[in-house]
T-cell receptor
């Protein structure tokens, strides 16, 4: 079945540091890939998405590229801010099948 | 996009009582979905709320514990019954492309677009 593997956290960084959160997936067919963000006390918000191989999703300085050859969708940001502190979920959607979420990675950014 | 209003946003409840969580969507959707997020964990699908029929529950979840109503195409409720401290979680409702016919609703572009979530209900059972 479909699955998502995400690096464990917490990831602790200083402000302006470079961020990478790894995500790999297993799926049949051609899934869409997503990163959702959950700020403290809130629900999930879509951060970015990519619907086909080699697509790059980007939003708020975050980027992720859909790599079919490595089945990966790593999240990156060149310079994190304190306000980026949140839990990040990698997710997969394959047509009309269930959404599959990774376990979430907590990011803590200190001033 | 779809806007989902979920309430209450949080509650503290006594064990043995029940809490009903409401979810209102700004567009008509065929299926709505309820998730549980236990502390420090990812999301687990509880059930799919179908308009006009009984909800479909995932393995490990039962209707007596989590009754669901779906009176119309824009609204659903989830009740957490006879609560215990183990039910302390965030509960989220969502609308997803698989809950719609292709080319309808917020996903005119097709099924491989994003899901939309309510703000979540943070439940603490004491």
């Amino acid at each position: 079945g479909n699955s998502v593997t995400q690096m464990e956290g917490p990831v602790t960084l200083s402000e302006e540091a470079f961020l990478t959160i790894n995500c790999t997936y297993t799926a049949t067919g051609y899934p869409s890939l997503f990163w959702y963000v959950q700020y403290p006390g809130e629900g999930l918000q879509l951060l970015l998405k990519a619907t086909k191989a080699d697509d790059k999703g980007s939003n708020k300085g975050f980027e992720a590229t859909y790599r079919k050859e490595t089945t990966s969708f790593h999240l990156e940001k060149g310079s994190v801010q304190v306000s980026d502190s949140a839990v990040y979920f990698c997710a997969l959607s394959a047509g009309f099948q269930k959404l599959v979420f990774g376990t979430g990675t907590r990011l803590l950014v200190s001033p | 996009s779809a806007v989902i209003s979920q309430k209450p946003s949080r509650d503290i409840c006594q064990r043995g009582t029940s809490l009903t969580i409401q979810c209102q969507v700004d567009s008509q959707v065929t299926m709505m979905f309820w998730y549980r997020q236990q502390p420090g964990q990812s999301l687990t699908l509880i059930a799919t709320a179908n308009q006009g029929s009984e909800a479909t529950y995932e393995s490990g979840f039962v209707i007596d514990k989590f009754p669901i109503s779906r009176p119309n195409l824009t609204f659903s409720t989830l009740t957490v019954s006879n609560m215990s401290p183990e039910d302390s979680s965030i509960y989220l409702c969502s609308v997803e492309p698989r809950g719609m016919s292709p080319g309808t609703g917020p996903w005119m572009a097709g099924p491989n677009t994003e899901a939309f979530f309510g703000q979540g209900t943070r439940l603490t059972v004491v």
